[in-house]
T-cell receptor
Protein backbone atom coordinates (compact mmCIF):
# COMPACT_ATOMS: atom_id res chain seq x y z
CA UNK A 1 0.00 0.00 0.00
CA UNK A 2 1.14 3.54 -0.75
CA UNK A 3 2.56 5.53 2.16
CA UNK A 4 1.02 8.82 0.97
CA UNK A 5 -2.40 8.68 -0.66
CA UNK A 6 -4.43 11.41 -2.30
CA UNK A 7 -8.12 11.45 -3.15
CA UNK A 8 -9.51 11.95 -5.68
CA UNK A 9 -6.87 11.17 -8.30
CA UNK A 10 -8.72 13.12 -10.95
CA UNK A 11 -11.49 15.67 -10.66
CA UNK A 12 -13.38 17.90 -13.04
CA UNK A 13 -15.43 20.70 -11.54
CA UNK A 14 -17.07 23.95 -12.54
CA UNK A 15 -16.18 27.53 -11.80
CA UNK A 16 -17.51 28.64 -8.42
CA UNK A 17 -17.77 25.18 -6.90
CA UNK A 18 -16.17 24.28 -3.59
CA UNK A 19 -13.81 21.35 -3.77
CA UNK A 20 -11.67 19.49 -1.26
CA UNK A 21 -8.59 17.43 -1.99
CA UNK A 22 -7.54 14.98 0.68
CA UNK A 23 -4.19 13.58 1.69
CA UNK A 24 -3.46 10.73 4.10
CA UNK A 25 -0.15 9.22 5.14
CA UNK A 26 0.97 6.13 7.01
CA UNK A 27 4.62 7.16 7.26
CA UNK A 28 4.22 8.63 10.73
CA UNK A 29 5.63 11.94 9.57
CA UNK A 30 4.82 15.14 11.42
CA UNK A 31 5.14 17.57 8.53
CA UNK A 32 2.80 17.79 5.56
CA UNK A 33 2.72 20.01 2.50
CA UNK A 34 0.56 20.91 -0.49
CA UNK A 35 2.13 21.83 -3.82
CA UNK A 36 0.73 22.78 -7.17
CA UNK A 37 2.35 21.87 -10.51
CA UNK A 38 1.67 23.79 -13.69
CA UNK A 39 3.22 22.93 -17.06
CA UNK A 40 6.58 24.59 -17.43
CA UNK A 41 6.58 26.00 -13.89
CA UNK A 42 7.71 23.16 -11.67
CA UNK A 43 6.08 22.72 -8.27
CA UNK A 44 5.12 25.61 -6.01
CA UNK A 45 4.27 25.47 -2.32
CA UNK A 46 0.68 26.32 -1.32
CA UNK A 47 0.55 25.49 2.42
CA UNK A 48 2.55 23.51 4.91
CA UNK A 49 1.99 22.21 8.42
CA UNK A 50 4.48 21.39 11.19
CA UNK A 51 1.83 19.48 13.18
CA UNK A 52 -1.89 19.51 13.84
CA UNK A 53 -1.82 22.94 15.48
CA UNK A 54 0.56 24.60 13.07
CA UNK A 55 -0.47 25.77 9.59
CA UNK A 56 1.58 28.09 7.40
CA UNK A 57 1.06 29.79 4.07
CA UNK A 58 3.39 29.02 1.24
CA UNK A 59 4.27 30.92 -1.90
CA UNK A 60 0.83 30.77 -3.55
CA UNK A 61 -1.85 30.39 -0.85
CA UNK A 62 -4.42 32.87 -2.22
CA UNK A 63 -7.66 31.10 -3.13
CA UNK A 64 -6.84 28.03 -1.02
CA UNK A 65 -7.37 26.91 2.55
CA UNK A 66 -6.23 23.84 4.44
CA UNK A 67 -7.18 21.72 7.40
CA UNK A 68 -4.96 19.36 9.40
CA UNK A 69 -7.53 17.01 10.86
CA UNK A 70 -4.99 14.67 12.40
CA UNK A 71 -1.28 14.03 12.17
CA UNK A 72 -1.94 11.73 9.21
CA UNK A 73 -4.49 13.86 7.33
CA UNK A 74 -4.10 17.19 5.55
CA UNK A 75 -6.83 18.56 3.28
CA UNK A 76 -6.71 21.33 0.71
CA UNK A 77 -9.85 23.28 -0.15
CA UNK A 78 -10.74 25.57 -3.00
CA UNK A 79 -13.64 27.63 -1.68
CA UNK A 80 -14.72 28.90 -5.10
CA UNK A 81 -12.79 27.22 -7.87
CA UNK A 82 -11.64 29.23 -10.88
CA UNK A 83 -10.16 28.00 -14.20
CA UNK A 84 -6.60 29.12 -13.42
CA UNK A 85 -6.59 26.68 -10.52
CA UNK A 86 -6.54 23.89 -13.05
CA UNK A 87 -3.34 22.04 -12.19
CA UNK A 88 -1.75 18.92 -10.76
CA UNK A 89 -1.78 19.00 -6.95
CA UNK A 90 0.68 17.09 -4.80
CA UNK A 91 0.70 16.32 -1.12
CA UNK A 92 4.06 15.59 0.52
CA UNK A 93 5.22 14.54 3.96
CA UNK A 94 8.48 14.69 5.88
CA UNK A 95 9.86 13.94 9.30
CA UNK A 96 11.52 16.74 11.21
CA UNK A 97 15.23 16.07 11.17
CA UNK A 98 18.48 16.81 9.43
CA UNK A 99 17.31 15.87 5.98
CA UNK A 100 13.60 16.53 6.26
CA UNK A 101 13.29 14.73 2.93
CA UNK A 102 9.87 15.08 1.40
CA UNK A 103 7.94 12.11 0.05
CA UNK A 104 5.15 12.78 -2.40
CA UNK A 105 1.72 11.36 -2.99
CA UNK A 106 0.58 10.33 -6.48
CA UNK A 107 -1.01 13.69 -7.26
CA UNK A 108 -4.53 14.89 -8.05
CA UNK A 109 -5.33 16.21 -11.51
CA UNK A 110 -7.88 19.01 -11.07
CA UNK A 111 -9.68 20.64 -13.98
CA UNK A 112 -11.88 23.68 -13.42
CA UNK A 113 -14.20 24.44 -16.32
CA UNK B 1 14.04 34.43 -1.77
CA UNK B 2 15.75 31.42 -3.15
CA UNK B 3 15.53 30.58 -6.83
CA UNK B 4 16.41 27.42 -8.71
CA UNK B 5 17.18 27.49 -12.41
CA UNK B 6 17.25 24.57 -14.80
CA UNK B 7 18.42 25.98 -18.12
CA UNK B 8 17.77 22.87 -20.24
CA UNK B 9 14.04 22.40 -20.93
CA UNK B 10 14.81 19.17 -22.77
CA UNK B 11 17.74 16.80 -23.17
CA UNK B 12 18.17 13.71 -25.31
CA UNK B 13 20.68 10.88 -24.88
CA UNK B 14 21.32 7.51 -26.45
CA UNK B 15 20.64 4.48 -24.31
CA UNK B 16 23.74 3.36 -22.38
CA UNK B 17 25.41 6.77 -22.69
CA UNK B 18 25.98 9.40 -20.02
CA UNK B 19 24.00 12.62 -19.66
CA UNK B 20 24.35 15.61 -17.36
CA UNK B 21 21.46 17.80 -16.30
CA UNK B 22 22.25 21.31 -15.08
CA UNK B 23 20.91 23.17 -12.08
CA UNK B 24 21.93 26.47 -10.54
CA UNK B 25 20.48 28.17 -7.51
CA UNK B 26 20.61 31.48 -5.79
CA UNK B 27 20.67 31.79 -2.02
CA UNK B 28 22.25 33.84 0.73
CA UNK B 29 22.12 30.90 3.14
CA UNK B 30 25.18 28.85 4.00
CA UNK B 31 23.29 25.84 5.30
CA UNK B 32 20.94 24.15 2.87
CA UNK B 33 20.08 20.92 1.10
CA UNK B 34 19.69 20.10 -2.57
CA UNK B 35 17.63 17.37 -4.18
CA UNK B 36 16.92 15.86 -7.56
CA UNK B 37 13.46 14.39 -8.12
CA UNK B 38 12.32 12.35 -11.08
CA UNK B 39 8.78 12.48 -12.47
CA UNK B 40 8.01 9.73 -14.99
CA UNK B 41 4.82 9.72 -17.08
CA UNK B 42 3.02 8.17 -14.11
CA UNK B 43 3.48 11.69 -12.58
CA UNK B 44 4.78 10.28 -9.28
CA UNK B 45 7.57 12.42 -7.77
CA UNK B 46 10.49 10.14 -6.91
CA UNK B 47 13.57 11.20 -4.97
CA UNK B 48 16.72 10.44 -6.97
CA UNK B 49 19.54 11.89 -4.90
CA UNK B 50 20.27 14.51 -2.23
CA UNK B 51 23.22 16.61 -1.10
CA UNK B 52 24.07 18.57 2.03
CA UNK B 53 25.67 21.94 1.35
CA UNK B 54 28.26 21.57 4.07
CA UNK B 55 29.55 18.28 2.66
CA UNK B 56 32.11 18.70 -0.08
CA UNK B 57 31.90 15.10 -1.21
CA UNK B 58 29.52 14.63 -4.10
CA UNK B 59 26.59 12.30 -3.46
CA UNK B 60 26.25 9.10 -5.46
CA UNK B 61 23.37 6.64 -5.81
CA UNK B 62 24.17 3.78 -8.16
CA UNK B 63 24.15 5.26 -11.70
CA UNK B 64 23.25 8.73 -10.44
CA UNK B 65 25.78 11.20 -9.15
CA UNK B 66 25.98 14.93 -8.61
CA UNK B 67 28.60 17.56 -9.21
CA UNK B 68 28.11 20.05 -6.39
CA UNK B 69 30.01 23.31 -6.79
CA UNK B 70 29.06 25.42 -3.77
CA UNK B 71 30.94 28.55 -4.75
CA UNK B 72 29.37 28.51 -8.20
CA UNK B 73 25.98 27.53 -6.73
CA UNK B 74 25.75 24.69 -9.18
CA UNK B 75 24.25 21.23 -8.64
CA UNK B 76 24.27 19.08 -11.77
CA UNK B 77 23.00 15.51 -12.05
CA UNK B 78 24.94 12.91 -14.02
CA UNK B 79 23.20 9.76 -15.18
CA UNK B 80 25.54 7.03 -16.33
CA UNK B 81 24.60 4.08 -18.54
CA UNK B 82 21.23 5.66 -19.36
CA UNK B 83 18.30 3.29 -19.47
CA UNK B 84 14.89 3.60 -21.09
CA UNK B 85 13.33 3.77 -17.63
CA UNK B 86 15.27 6.96 -16.94
CA UNK B 87 13.05 8.87 -19.35
CA UNK B 88 11.20 11.44 -17.25
CA UNK B 89 11.04 15.03 -16.09
CA UNK B 90 13.82 15.81 -13.64
CA UNK B 91 13.43 18.55 -11.07
CA UNK B 92 16.14 20.19 -9.02
CA UNK B 93 15.00 21.41 -5.60
CA UNK B 94 16.40 23.47 -2.73
CA UNK B 95 15.60 23.53 0.95
CA UNK B 96 16.94 25.84 3.61
CA UNK B 97 18.93 24.31 6.44
CA UNK B 98 18.09 23.66 10.08
CA UNK B 99 15.02 25.50 11.19
CA UNK B 100 13.91 26.10 7.64
CA UNK B 101 12.89 22.59 6.71
CA UNK B 102 9.17 23.05 7.01
CA UNK B 103 9.23 25.97 4.61
CA UNK B 104 9.07 23.42 1.86
CA UNK B 105 11.09 22.94 -1.27
CA UNK B 106 11.84 25.46 -4.00
CA UNK B 107 11.80 23.72 -7.36
CA UNK B 108 13.28 24.46 -10.75
CA UNK B 109 11.07 24.26 -13.82
CA UNK B 110 12.36 20.85 -14.80
CA UNK B 111 14.27 19.15 -17.61
CA UNK B 112 12.56 16.64 -19.84
CA UNK B 113 14.97 13.75 -20.45
CA UNK B 114 14.47 11.63 -23.55
CA UNK B 115 16.27 8.31 -23.93
CA UNK B 116 16.87 7.23 -27.52
CA UNK B 117 16.95 3.42 -27.96
Amino acid sequence: DADVTQTPRNRITKTGKRIMLECSQTKGHDRMYWYRQDPGLGLRLIYYSFDVKDINKGEISDGYSVSRQAQAKFSLSLESAIPNQTALYFCATSRQGVWDTQYFGPGTRLTVL
Amino acid sequence: AQTVTQSQPEMSVQEAETVTLSCTYDTSESDYYLFWYKQPPSRQMILVIRQEAYKQQNATENRFSVNFQKAAKSFSLKISDSQLGDAAMYFCAYRRGRGGGADGLTFGKGTHLIIQP
